[in-house]
């Protein structure tokens, strides 16, 4: 592929939204070109910052009860664990 | 972060108020369900407890990086169910947002709160077509192919609507980019 057509594809890259057969020859064309992957970049920066869009909405407290025992289990399983200290 | 490498329990407590509602929320936009939304915060916050050494300082901030990791996960998870989220054209606000004052951590919620308004009027400022492609592509999960068939448009249209959409949030985000 070449700059041209890559570039116009690299906001959809950026969105995730080409499939993967459509990714390949871009990856292979963004390994060899430094120009094409700074503005892809600059793509993906910007989409990034799309996540700071969505409306805000709070969990249940039981939520944060559940994931932090939840690490405190994997955290003592892990010290059980043969070798642990 | 560095304390994290030491199961530092405190400090997982902590990353966690800070961001608990940033990540719900993403998730939740992204798979429309309160329980799927829950299991993917649940999933994004224990990866980062048994391999901290994913966030990669030099990559970019925390923050974005983290509800980033949030995104990509939501639609693994709605993908590989085979559902669809419910919100798929428009960025709906509730009820009532939580205000910064009401957010685990007021500090980081008045810290976002510029960038969000400032993301959120560039996109609001989009032609309504372009917005609502972009949206089903980043929010849904959706390709380019999956959208033109969801809004029987030609596969042309879809392109160029996100290709003149993202050329436009560029610009319109310029001074947010550079600082990530």
């Known amino acids: 592929m070449h700059c041209e057509e ?3 594809l690299l906001d959809a890259y950026a969105l995730g939204a ?10 292979e064309h963004l390994a060899d070109c430094l120009r ?3 503005h892809l970049k600059e793509c ?10 969505v409306p805000l909405e709070q969990p249940r407290e ?11 289990k994997e955290t003592r399983q892990k010290a059980d664990e043969p070798g642990e200290a | 972060m560095a304390r994290l490498s030491y199961r530092d329990m405190r400090a997982f407590e902590t990353l966690y108020d800070r961001y608990e509602t940033l990540v719900y929320s993403t998730a939740l936009r992204v798979t429309g369900d309160t329980h799927l939304a829950e299991d993917v915060t649940q999933e994004t916050f224990l990866r980062l407890w048994r391999s901290p050494q994913l966030y990669v ?3 970019g901030r925390f923050g974005t990086w983290l509800l980033s990791a949030t995104r990509n996960r939501a639609v693994d998870y709605v993908r590989s169910r085979g ?5 798929e054209t428009t960025v709906e606000a509730p009820q009532k947002e939580p205000a910064a004052s009401e957010m685990a951590d007021p500090a980081l919620a008045a810290q976002l709160s510029d960038v969000r308004r400032t993301v959120k009027t560039a996109l609001q400022t989009l032609p309504a077509e372009q917005r609502q492609t972009i949206e089903l592509a980043y929010y849904g999960g959706y390709t380019q192919q999956e959208i033109a068939d969801l809004l029987n448009q030609p596969l042309g249209t879809i392109k ?21």
């Open chain 2, 83 to 87: 559902r669809r989220q419910k919100r």
């Open chain 1, 36 to 38: 094409c992957w700074k």
């Open chain 2, 160 to 180: 160029t609507r996100i290709r003149l959409g993202m050329q436009k949030l560029r610009k319109a985000l310029a001074t947010e980019v550079k600082e990530l």
């Open chain 2, 57 to 59: 300082p030099e990559r």
């Open chain 1, 6 to 8: 890559v570039g116009e």
């Open chain 1, 62 to 72: 039981e939520l944060r009860q559940r994931i932090i025992a939840e690490a405190a």
């Open chain 1, 44 to 53: 993906q920066k910007a989409a990034a910052l799309l996540v700071l869009a």
């Open chain 1, 18 to 27: 080409l499939k993967p057969e459509e990714r390949g020859p871009i990856e």
